[in-house]
């Protein structure tokens, strides 16, 4: 056991250059004025290159809990993994987040600005600060240098696991833990690169309580290993920086990932070693995913699955505010009913409650996002379908583009079809699918091939059947004109019109009412399937329908 004096001297040896007191960082950042009930919350993610979905369900959960108590929500850029770092990461990472309305009260803005009381907001600007505590940890005999190589490290590590014990640097294997104060000022003078580790003197057989807000109540074994607080080149390890940011920005819980809850004995003695009061922890559980055709589930990965990736939502057009509400959803299971009761408000009106929160791992389920996505589009505007399609084709689809732009009003009263009345269409999941909807409605992305119905219906009687419409049709008439119509012509042309009649003798037609209507519907849109038959008639106009009934005719030789 080294003396407070030769602590205080190692302290100086270290830093002999470094005089900011961790009591002028409390000066600097003054506790925050909280009132009850608020929650200062931060999101704290690493620039890598790739925003996964799980930073968006993180961000938005972090967002919404302190904005809805009246607290402050902050962005806080954990960059001290040189490795990994990346071009334009923070800017990818603020506006991946405010693509989908995410936005913080303090943290960067963009790679250069920051806004905030309690920055810089980025760590790889905040080495000073860690130096500070790392002073002062040293200096209170908590934590020692390290002058161990990967070589040696390596060599423990193959004794450890020779004996059959557990694997790290810790209690006796941890060599430069009790080093006299003459042995550290010789690898000094040499130069050798050193680490700053904790010197842990916590037991791994004595377990301690904690109070997780999502977990609840649980027993963990206390931490003793002397993990590395500080790394040679003066970064800190997340370990570190964790409980020093949270406290100097006045965090008053901490929410992250589930993966961070084994270090948890780690840090509630980096915590006490630092005289620093423990923040309260809430872990979510990540986001998992069926696999294995429906036997198991697994983390959502983003190696294996495209919709990991923030940019397969922005690419393929997924609307940003029902990708949120499924995320409020997955959070909050009570989100779905709310919604049904509240159909008017925004999600911004729902309350989100940390103890609701799933313990077990939300399963994120494509399909179900999709039926969110159908049932949020189907509420807006045909201007709101045009505006947001606009958007994703300026920068997904050239040809796309130039058609909605050219063309606006003809566009809005394609999107208008089946968009008001009883039946109210659920068909466009993202609004990539512009290009389908527009499909029928522009020659030039007109199918080039028919569905073909032709056992069904044989070639000459849909020739019969467009001939003799085609006499018959005028785009005047209501819809329920139109259909009489429709049924005359299928008396006319041997159709019946009555299901039951067809079923009891159908010898004596050629089919029904439905087959002459689907006869139409494939020389006009090329599908079986599509909107309002009569409503896309109507938009599409009586030249243009005269134009399709023609055109089917010629390619059906
Ligand atoms: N930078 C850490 C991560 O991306 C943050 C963890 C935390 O929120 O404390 O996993």
């Known amino acids: 056991m080294r003396t407070a004096e030769q602590n205080q001297e190692l302290a100086n040896l270290l830093f002999p250059n470094h005089h900011t007191s961790v009591e002028e960082l409390f000066e600097r950042y003054p506790k925050r004025d909280v009132k009850q009930g608020e929650m200062i919350l931060r999101f704290a993610p690493s620039p890598t290159g790739f925003l996964h979905i799980g930073s968006v369900y993180t961000g938005m959960v972090c967002t919404k809990l302190a904005k809805q108590s009246g607290g402050v929500a902050i962005l806080r850029i954990e960059d001290t993994d040189k490795k990994r770092e990346v071009e334009n990461g923070i800017s990818m990472i603020v506006n991946g987040l405010n693509g989908f309305g995410i936005s913080f009260d303090e943290g960067p803005i963009d790679e250069k600005n920051q806004r905030g009381e309690y920055g810089p907001y ?9 130096k500070t505590f790392a002073k002062d940890i040293v200096q209170k005999g908590n934590a020692y240098p390290c002058f161990i190589s990967e070589e040696e490290l390596e060599l423990i590590r193959k004794e450890q696991e020779s004996l059959g014990v557990r694997t790290g640097y810790y209690g006796k294997w941890a060599k430069w833990r009790d080093a006299s104060i003459e042995e550290i000022k010789e690898e000094l003078g040499k130069g050798t690169p050193y680490v700053i580790r904790l010197f842990s003197t916590g037991d791994i057989n004595n377990t301690f309580e904690m109070n997780d807000l999502i977990k609840g109540r649980v027993t963990l074994r206390e931490n003793d290993m002397d993990v590395v607080l500080l790394k040679s080149d003066g970064f800190p390890t997340y370990h570190f920086a964790h ?3 949270d406290t100097l920005m006045g965090i008053t819980l901490v929410t992250r990932a589930d993966e961070w809850f084994p270090s948890v004995p780690l840090h509630f003695e980096i915590f006490q070693k630092l005289g620093l009061q423990q923040i309260p922890y809430a872990h979510f559980s990540p986001l998992m995913k069926v696999d294995n055709e429906g036997k198991s589930k697994r983390k959502l990965s983003k190696r294996k699955d495209p919709e990991a990736d923030v940019s397969f939502y922005i690419d393929h057009g997924y609307p940003k505010e029902a990708v949120i509400e499924y995320l409020l959803n997955l959070a909050n299971s009570n989100f779905s009913d709310w919604r049904i009761q509240n159909p008017e408000k925004t999600y911004n009106d729902f309350t989100l409650k940390i103890e609701k929160f799933n ?10 996002l999709s ?5 949020y589009i189907s509420k807006l505007t045909a201007q709101q379908v045009y505006d947001n399609s606009l958007e994703w084709a300026k920068l997904h689809n050239r040809q796309v583009e130039k058609l909605l732009l050219e063309n606006k009003e003809y566009c809005i009263k394609i999107f208008n079809i089946e968009r008001s009345g009883a039946k109210i269409r659920k068909d466009i999941v993202k609004f990539e699918d512009c290009k389908e909807q527009l499909s029928l409605f522009f020659d030039e992305l007109f199918p080039d091939n028919y569905e073909d119905i032709q056992e069904r219906i044989s070639k000459d009687i849909q020739r019969e059947i467009i001939k003799e419409y085609k006499k018959i049709y005028s785009t005047e008439s209501s819809e329920v004109e139109w259909f009489e119509k429709v049924k005359d012509l299928s008396k006319r042309l041997g159709f019946s019109i009555d299901r039951k009649e067809y079923e009891a003798s159908k010898e004596k037609f050629k089919g029904t009412v439905g087959d ?3 006869v ?15 409503q896309v008639m109507s938009v599409l106009g009586e030249e243009k329908v005269m134009d399709r009934l023609d055109r089917y005719i010629s390619k059906m030789v």
Not at 359 to 368: E, R
Not at 520 to 534: E, H, M, N, Y
């Open 371 to 375: 039926d969110i996505c159908k049932d």
């Open 520 to 534: 139409l519907r494939v020389a006009i849109t090329g599908k079986t399937k599509s909107p309002d038959l009569f």
């Open 122 to 130: 980025m760590q790889s600007q905040r080495l000073d600060i860690y």
């Open 359 to 368: 313990k077990a791992g939300a399963l994120f389920d494509i399909v179900k």
């Open 243 to 245: 409980p020093i940011d």
């Open 516 to 518: 002459v209507a689907m």
